[in-house]
Structure formats: C-alpha cells, structure tokens
C-alpha cells in the first residue's frame, strides 16, 4: 500500500478471523475504526490495538442506522466484512439469517456511506456464489451465478447492491470471492473442518467422523495471503466495480485434510464418514477458481492449499486453546 497516513478507515466486522487480520495490516498506514458486535468476533482478536491512538472500537451491529451514520463519517474507505459467518443451514433454523445478516446489512452500510459521502467500498463475497460452476477453474465472469446455498443467495445480492451504489451514486466497489480462508484464528469448534477435525480428535484420539465421503475437493488460502490479496487489489485496479476470486490456484480433498490434521496431532484413528458425498444442505463438494485477472495485475498467492491447511492446523494447535 502507498502511505497514506492521513486516511480514515472503517473496517466492519473487524474482531472477526479475516477482518482482525486485515486490521493488523491497515494500522501499519491508516486511521482505523472498527464496527463489530462480537456476535462471532472476539475482543481477544483486536486487543492489540486497544488504546493506539490510531485505532477507535464501535461495539454495535451494523443492521443499526444511528451506529453505521457515526462509523461512515469522515470516512474515506469501508472494507465491510460483518455477516452471518456460516454457509451450513441447519433445517429448521430461521431461513431469513443471510438475507437480514448480509444483504439487509450490506444495504444500511451502502445507505450509510452515500449519506456520507464515502466512496469506496471492499466486500468479502465468496466463491459460493458460482454454485456448482459448470467451468473450473471458474473466471470472474462466469454466469449465470446460480448459488445453491442462502449464504451464497444473500452474497449475491450484496454484490448487486454495491454495483447499483456504483453506478447510481458514484461509488467504487472491489468485491472479492473468497475461497475457504483459514488461520489460527478460524479454530473455534466446527466453524473449519481443520477446528472440526481437531475438536473432534481432542474429544477422542482414536477416531475420526468425516463428513461426507472424504473426496470433496476445494481450495484453502492463509488468511496473510488473503489479506495480501486485498490490498494489492485496492492499489491495483480502478473500475468502478472490481471482482476478483481470492483464492489458492489448487484444491485439497476432505481425505487429505484429514491426514494432515492427524499428522500433525501424532495420532492414527480409525476414520468413519457419514456417507452422503456433501457435507450438509447446499454444500459445494468441488471448486476450483479461475485466479488469473489478480496475476495479471501482478499478485500471486504464497502459499499452497495444502501448504495453507498444515500451517493453519500447526498455528491452532500452538495456541493449545480448549476452544478448539
Ligand atoms: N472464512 C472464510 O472462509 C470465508 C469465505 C468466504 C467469505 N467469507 C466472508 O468473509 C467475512 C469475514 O469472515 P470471517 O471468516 O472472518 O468470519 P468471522 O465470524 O470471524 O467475522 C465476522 C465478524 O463480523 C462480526 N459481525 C457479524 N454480524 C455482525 C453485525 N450484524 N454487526 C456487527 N458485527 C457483526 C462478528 O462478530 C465477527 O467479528 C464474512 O463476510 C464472510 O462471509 C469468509
């Protein structure tokens, strides 16, 4: 990034696993605000920067109007990463979650920034929107996006919404559409199948429930190389609207992943699967994304899904924390 000192940043959903991360990196240039709720976040997560005169914490939720006005002012970027955090739908759980957690949300803070007059905003999507991509690696302009998931849905929408703010009020939008992202702060019971997986070997040693049939295939980026990628993209690209896939050039089976967590837990369980070959309602078994229009801008990723899954299991591990 440029320096550019005198700049003010709103980052929402900032204690989260990503944005604390994306935190760390913004202090080193910018004034930052953070807008959490802790509903999945952690002030454990922000710590650090509590009492730097460059930082300001907004404990409040984004859905609220009075809050986002007074985070937006001033303003002169908002990275906005609050939202619902959980593609798996449990059935019989409220089905409006993503719509009121991420496209009502992502609507207030677009309202919020055009009545401030903010610019600029970055969105964390997620390759989930492609649904069961018909082309892998699948571009940035394949389509129709048909999700097969309401995270993916409400996604989506967000999307939408940004590119009409841009067109309709003059704003400038970079999207990016995550792969799985994954460090060791992503190590709360269930919430990655490295944290699923080790919670579980934690609880009993000698075996391992998979869910699925184990062959599921996607790609795993380390959070530090999707930090990277974000603010090399922020530098780099000047459409009004900018989508990027942000992902590892790779994908990694469920198997895989399981050895490698066994491996480095030093233990050899006896592994059973629950069968059925996705791993709950709405679940994509095989991605793989197309990353070329970031490397032609001249940014690549540094680590490997694989090299990504043992390094994010090793960092879990050595925090040695029973939340797992
Ligand atoms: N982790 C991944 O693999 C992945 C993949 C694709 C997209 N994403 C997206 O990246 C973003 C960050 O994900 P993460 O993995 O860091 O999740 P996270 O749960 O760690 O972070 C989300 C943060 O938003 C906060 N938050 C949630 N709802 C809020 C609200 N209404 N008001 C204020 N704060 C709120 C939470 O407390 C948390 O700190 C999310 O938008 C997520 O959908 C993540």
Known sequence: MNSQNNLSVLVTGGAGCIGSELVKELMKKFHVTVLDNFSSGKSEHIEEFMGNPSFTLIEGDVLDKDVLDTATKGKDIVFHLAANPDIKFIPGERTDKDLEQNTIATYRVLDAMQKNNVRKI????SSVVYGKAGKMPTPEDYGPLKPT????????????????YSSMFGMKGWIFR????VGDKSRKKGRTVISDFIY????????????????QSKSYMLVDDCVSGILFAL?????DV????LSTTDAITVDRIAEIVTEEMGLTPEIKYTGNSGGWPGDITRFLLDTAKLKKLGWA????????????????????????
């Open 122 to 125: 970055v969105f964390s999507s």
């Open 149 to 164: 998931s309401l995270y993916g849905a409400s996604k989506v929408a967000c999307e939408g919404l940004i590119s009409a």
């Open 178 to 181: 995550f792969a799985n992202i």
């Open 200 to 215: 579980k070997l934690r609880q009993n040693p000698s075996e391992l429930e998979i869910l699925g049939d184990g062959k």
């Open 235 to 239: 530098e780099h690209a000047h459409d």
């Open 242 to 245: 900018n989508i990027f896939n």
């Open 301 to 324: 990723t540094r680590y490997t899904s694989e090299e990504a899954v043992r390094t994010a299991a090793e960092r879990m591990l050595d925090r040695k924390t029973q939340s797992v």
